[in-house]
């Protein structure tokens, strides 16, 4: 069992950037590919980046590719998102989420249905 936690989130302005940050516990870090996803209000949750296990390999979404980094810490059971020149479409509740399945561990995955642990979800707000 994985527990993660997101922080970082809150109310940021149009052109501004984010760090939103996931903290894992309870499991072996470095044997899930990990990925971001958000929920805007009244709509589906989205992928928007992914890492492989060891790091060497990330997948952005097209609505933030050019503007965002995800990256991991295996030693410190993290990982990053990092989004500048934030829209107010970026405006979602963001979550975390760990995979072990074998066919993400080397490129990630982007589908909801690759991702077996999820955390609670920090919620971003961006003003116009």
């Known amino acids: 069992q994985v527990l993660l936690v997101e922080s970082g989130g809150g109310l940021e302005p149009a052109g501004g950037s984010l760090r939103l940050s996931c903290a894992a516990s309870g499991g072996a870090f470095s044997s899930y590919a990990m990925g971001w996803f958000r929920q805007a209000p009244g709509e589906g949750r989205e992928f928007v980046a992914t890492?492989?296990?060891?790091?060497?390999?990330?997948y952005l979404a097209d609505s933030v590719k050019g503007r965002s980094t995800i990256s991991r810490d295996n030693a410190a059971n993290t990982v990053v998102l990092l989004i500048i020149n934030l829209k107010p479409e970026d405006t979602a509740v963001y979550y975390c989420?760990?995979?072990?399945?074998?066919?993400?561990?080397?490129?990630?995955?982007?589908?909801?249905?690759?991702?077996?642990?999820w955390g609670q979800g920090t919620p971003v707000t961006v003003s116009s």
């Open positions: 989420a760990a995979s072990d399945a074998d066919h993400c561990s080397d490129h990630g995955c982007y589908r909801i249905a690759d991702y077996k642990y």
């Open positions: 890492i492989s296990r060891n790091g060497d390999t990330t």
